[in-house]
């Protein structure tokens, strides 16, 4: 028998309200290691958030998240967070790399001094050691030859890929993508989305937003469509495109996306 992967992520009913509005109203999901996982749904269901929240740039109101066995917990949003929350809070953001739409790169710094800065300054990697770790991410995510480039002479999708290589040099367990590709040109989606799935091979466990429905579809082992701030269903791509089971979904398909008769 096929041996099942062990669950990396475990969220159990994740909620979180700004000011009087649930923006997660309950999130549950398991993922295994190895997982590449594509979720979609309308603006302001909450995607966004449950990704910040699930590497702790957002606090959860109440809920627990559980990452390679680092627990954040909270019973209700009056339980102040405890110091013991904080600290597991803090751990949660070493094995969470987040890239977002636009390239958050230094400007001022290299895209070797990018990827080398958060591994010496955060871990206190000696510099020969993470600048020989920084080359050998920008090979992988097909940048050797730019390392000393600055992030304004380099085309969108490079950027993004160094955003990428920035946050593979803290040695994260999982990658969150939050819309990775939504601010590029059509004709460098595809080198973007080129690395999640090299990294998907090699086993990294991704978490992806995105509006690339035929990436979703394909590349994914799943899709989890969200809508107003719960999971409403999840199905593997072509059930998902093809045949999903809730009225949501299909809605959303097929208005909003038009993927569906
Ligand atoms: N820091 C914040 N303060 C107040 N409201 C917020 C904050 N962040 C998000 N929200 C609200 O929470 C809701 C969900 O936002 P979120 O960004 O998670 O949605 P999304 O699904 O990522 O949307 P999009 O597809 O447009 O990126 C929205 O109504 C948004 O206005
Ligand atoms: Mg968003």
Redesign the pocket.
Known sequence: MEERSRALITVRDLRKS??D?E?LAGVSIEISEGDLVSVI??????????L?CLNGL?ILDSGTITIDGVTISRGSPEEKPSRAFMEATHELRKEVGIVFQGFNLFPHKTVLENVMLAPVVVQGARPERAEAEALHLLGKVGLEGYAHRYPVTLSGGQAQRAAIARALAMSPKVMLY??PTSALDPELVGEVLQVMKDLDGEGMTQVI?THEMRFAREASDYVVF?DRGEIVEVADGDEMFTAPRNERTRDFLRHLVGVLP
């Open positions: 700004f000011d509005e923006v749904g309308p603006s302001g269901c909450g995607k966004s958030t449950f910040r957002e939050d819309e937003v969200m």
